[in-house]
């Protein structure tokens, strides 16, 4: 695709429900990350993938939080037992080579996460 | 462990005029990257300018350049002849070239362009 796709855009759930936010990297990317965004601040790094490999995983808040790129395109983050805390922009992003050549990283838009 | 500091959260600038971001960063290591994001209204991240450490030239993209100051840790945007849609958050962020290869953010700096 033309750019980095996320969905949904937009997801309000209850606190407890599991929650699960898909990435569609630009094709071709071999190196996807995720990140999270409180109002008014920098996304923060969360984990990041080479191919289907997940290579670092230490910004991961806690155990509810996990991720997948099983077939080295597209990723699910998955929030477990959803709490209010959690309430924030998620953004994912994509870079055309693996992460050890520096290459510039590409956001999609965010989901807006809001827990009720 | 890294650190991006944005010290004007808010600033301001006529149409035309030029204006410069500061950024100032913490690090023990020698090679690394250093980036501007701008953040529009639609919330996209959208890559305004790099810089490679180990370069001496500080780079430039149309309107924007950066002053690059590696003895001091500092890496500025000046924005030239500003346009109503430079309106945006803008972000610092530093990538170090080892370890994890993620984006350290700084909190951001909110630029107004007035007509």
């Known amino acids: 695709g033309a750019g980095v796709s996320q969905s949904p855009r937009y997801k309000v759930t209850k606190r407890g429900q599991d929650v699960a936010l898909r990435c569609d990297p630009i094709?071709?990317?071999?190196?996807l990350y995720w990140y999270r965004q409180a109002l008014g601040q920098g996304p923060e790094f969360l984990t990041y993938?080479?191919?289907?490999?997940?290579?670092?995983k230490s910004g991961l808040p806690n155990d509810r939080f996990s991720a997948e790129r099983p077939e080295g395109s597209i990723s699910t983050l998955t929030i477990q037992r959803t709490e209010q805390r959690d309430s924030a922009m998620y953004r994912c992003?994509?870079?055309?080579?693996?992460?050890?050549?520096?290459?510039?990283?590409?956001f999609g838009p965010g989901t807006r996460l809001l827990v009720l | 462990a890294q650190t991006v500091t944005q010290s004007q959260p808010e600033m301001s600038v006529q149409e035309a005029e030029t204006v410069t971001l500061s950024c100032t960063y913490d690090?023990?290591?020698?090679?690394?990257?250093l980036f501007w994001y701008k953040q529009p209204p639609s919330r996209q991240m959208i890559l305004v300018i790099r810089?490679?450490?180990?370069?001496?030239q500080n780079a430039t993209e149309n309107r924007f350049s950066v002053n690059f100051q590696k003895a001091a840790k500092s890496f500025s945007l000046k924005i030239s002849d500003s346009q109503l849609g430079d309106t945006a958050m803008y972000f610092c962020?530093?990538?170090?070239?080892?370890?994890?290869?993620?984006?350290?953010f700084g909190t951001g700096t909110r630029l107004k362009v007035l007509a």
């Open positions: 992003a994509s870079s055309l080579r693996t992460s050890e050549m520096l290459e510039t990283q590409y």
């Open positions: 094709s071709g990317h071999v190196s």
């Open positions: 993938f080479n191919y289907e490999a997940q290579q670092d």
């Open positions: 690090t023990s290591e020698n090679n690394y990257y």
């Open positions: 810089q490679e450490a180990y370069k001496q």
């Open positions: 962020a530093f990538m170090k070239h080892s370890g994890t290869y993620k984006y350290i």
